[in-house]
């Protein structure tokens, strides 16, 4: 706990202070997420004898994330779902070079998922940071999250006696999924008001994030089960990887990002 704590204390701060003030500071911290990110998760990868192109998943998660932020100053985002079919195209030719051609099905698959599921999906902060000045609405994404993961913890830890998916992650609670979404409820109504949202749009934005974080979470739970990894690495004291505190971003960060330019912005 110590541990967790000091880490937290540290690198929160630096993160918020990117988040607000946007630029190339912002650009800097979500490709440095990013890349050790992938990297966590092809390293999983290998370890289950699978040879995932770390070139080419690095190159296209650079790729995604950097053409996301000039797109956004150019106007060009319809064009960056084009990055993907290029990402699958250069995916399948390299692994004429693997020299696999047993496991080339594998390899491409491994490849491309850690591309999607990182690079494609870290993009989305960039989408979401530049819908407000400041970067309210991606301040209220990681205030909400944050305040979720911290409370279906801590309440878990203390109170949880019903496993919520013991074949996938068997220390999580219902009793702390409970509290967490209720914690994420009332932090969206609270950091909803910091980002102009009416209640309305701040409560079904807390019960969304209330349920995919957590969904998210358990999915990337399940990636280090299949590979046999209690965390994606242990680069942070206390928390493990960086994938594992990422985890709950990566599915929802798309999914807010929608509701808001359909819904919100609309």
Not at 128 to 157: C, H, N, P, S
Not at 220 to 243: F, Q, V
Request: include cysteine; proline fraction near 3%; glycine fraction near 8%.
């Amino acid at each position: 706990m110590l541990r967790r704590g000091i880490t937290a204390l540290i690198t929160a701060p630096i993160i918020v202070a990117c988040v607000y003030f946007g630029g190339l500071a912002f650009l800097a911290l979500v490709l440095v997420l990013a890349l050790l990110s992938i990297n966590e998760f092809y390293n999983m990868m290998k370890g289950k004898d699978f040879h995932p192109a770390y070139w080419v998943g690095n190159l296209f998660t650079i790729v995604f994330i950097i053409f996301a932020y000039y797109a956004l100053k150019k106007n060009w985002e319809p064009a960056h779902s084009a990055m993907l079919t290029g990402a699958a195209l250069v995916t399948m030719v390299s692994t004429l070079f693997l020299k696999r051609p047993k496991d080339a099905i594998v390899d491409i698959a491994v490849t491309l998922l850690g591309m999607i599921y990182i690079g494609w999906f870290f993009s989305y902060f960039l989408f979401i940071r530049a819908l407000t000045e400041r970067g309210a609405y991606l301040l209220f994404l990681m205030g909400t999250i944050w305040a979720l993961d911290i409370v279906a913890y801590l309440f878990g830890k203390v109170f949880g006696k019903h496993k919520l998916f013991p074949s996938v992650s068997p220390k999580k609670s219902i009793e702390g999924a409970i509290a967490g979404f209720v914690v994420c409820l009332i932090a969206a109504g609270v950091f909803g008001y910091y980002a102009g949202f009416h209640m309305t749009h701040s409560l079904i934005l807390g019960a969304i994030i209330g349920v995919v974080a957590q969904i998210s979470d358990l999915v990337e739970s399940l990636i280090k089960r299949d590979a046999g990894a209690k965390d994606s690495s242990a680069l942070l004291p206390g928390h493990g990887g960086m994938l594992d505190r990422m985890d709950s971003f990566i599915l929802t960060a798309p999914v807010v990002y929608y509701y808001l330019v359909w819904v919100v912005l609309k």
